[in-house]
C-alpha cells in the first residue's frame, strides 16, 4: 500500500476553510484516497474518498491532483468540532475480493481556534 | 452510534486475568479487523477477518487471540497481558470493493483497556 505524508499539525480560524494536504506519490491505478478523522479518544470517522475525481459530500471537499501525486481535503467552514487528528490514506479498503487494509499514519492534528 | 458496537467501553485487568472484547456490527459487512492504538501513536492494524477467515495476523503476541463466529461477531480474547498491551482497541468493519465503488472503514468507538 502507498504511503502518505503529512503535516504534523496545521491551525485553522473558526469560520474559515481548512484546506489539509496528503502527498501520495507512489500511489497505484487501483488505489483510493481515503481521509479519516479522530476525534481524542474516539474511533476514527470517515469522512470521504475519491479515486481521480474531485468529491464533495455534507462534510468535506477532497481535491486530487491530475497525477494522483496529492490531494487536499477542504472543510469550508471549520468549527471548534472539526479539531481533530487527520488522517490520509491511500487503499483499495476492504471486502469480499479484496481484504485491503487501510494503514493510518500519524496524521495532522488540526487546532480550530476561535 | 456508527454502527459498529465494542464491549465494554473501559477494561482494567492484571496481568493473570482473561478477558474478552467484543464487537458487533450489523451493518452487512463482510471484513472486520482489530486495530491497536496506544498513546500518541498511530493505529496499528493487528488482524483482518474476511468472511469468519482470518486473513492478516500482523505479528501480534499470542497472548492476543482472536475469533471471528460469523461475519457479525468479532472477539479479542486476552491472556496474560504486559502493562504496555494498555491501549485504546478499535473495531472497524468494510464493505465488499465493487468495480464502480470502494467503500472505507466504519469504526466502534473502541474499548480502553488498562493492564495493572
Known amino acids: 500500500d502507498a504511503k502518505t505524508t503529512q503535516p504534523p499539525s496545521m491551525d485553522c480560524a473558526e469560520g474559515r476553510a481548512a484546506n489539509l494536504p496528503c502527498n501520495h506519490s507512489?500511489?497505484?491505478?487501483?488505489?483510493?484516497v481515503y481521509w479519516y478523522r479522530q476525534i481524542h479518544s474516539q474511533g476514527p470517522q470517515y469522512i470521504i474518498h475519491?479515486?481521480?475525481n474531485n468529491e464533495t459530500n455534507e462534510m468535506a471537499s477532497l481535491i486530487i491532483t491530475e497525477d494522483r501525486k496529492s490531494s487536499t481535503l477542504i472543510l469550508p467552514h471549520a468549527t471548534l468540532r472539526d479539531t481533530a487528528v487527520y488522517y490520509c490514506?491511500?487503499?483499495?479498503?476492504?471486502?469480499?475480493?479484496?481484504?485491503?487494509?487501510?494503514?493510518f499514519g500519524q496524521g495532522t492534528t488540526l487546532q480550530v481556534k476561535p | 452510534e456508527t454502527g459498529v458496537t465494542q464491549t465494554p467501553r473501559h477494561l482494567v485487568m492484571g496481568m493473570t486475568n482473561k478477558k474478552s472484547l467484543k464487537c458487533e456490527q450489523h451493518?452487512?459487512?463482510?471484513?472486520m479487523y482489530w486495530y491497536k492504538q496506544s498513546a500518541k501513536k498511530p493505529l496499528e492494524l493487528m488482524f483482518v477477518?474476511?468472511?469468519?477467515?482470518?486473513?492478516e495476523n500482523n505479528s501480534v503476541p499470542s497472548r492476543f487471540s482472536p475469533e471471528c463466529p460469523n461475519s457479525s461477531h468479532l472477539f479479542l480474547h486476552l491472556h496474560t497481558l504486559q502493562p504496555e498491551d494498555s491501549a485504546l482497541y478499535l473495531c472497524?468493519?468494510?464493505?465488499?470493493?465493487?468495480?464502480?465503488?470502494?467503500?472505507?472503514?466504519?469504526f466502534g468507538s473502541g474499548t480502553r483497556l488498562t493492564v495493572v
Open positions: 451493518l452487512g459487512h463482510n471484513a
Open positions: 477477518y474476511n468472511f469468519k477467515e482470518q486473513t
Open positions: 472497524a468493519s468494510s464493505q465488499g470493493v465493487s468495480q464502480d465503488r470502494n467503500y472505507g472503514y466504519t
Open positions: 507512489t500511489i497505484s491505478g487501483n488505489e483510493y
Open positions: 475519491g479515486l481521480k
Open positions: 490514506i491511500v487503499g483499495r479498503g476492504g471486502g469480499s475480493s479484496n481484504t485491503g487494509k487501510l494503514i
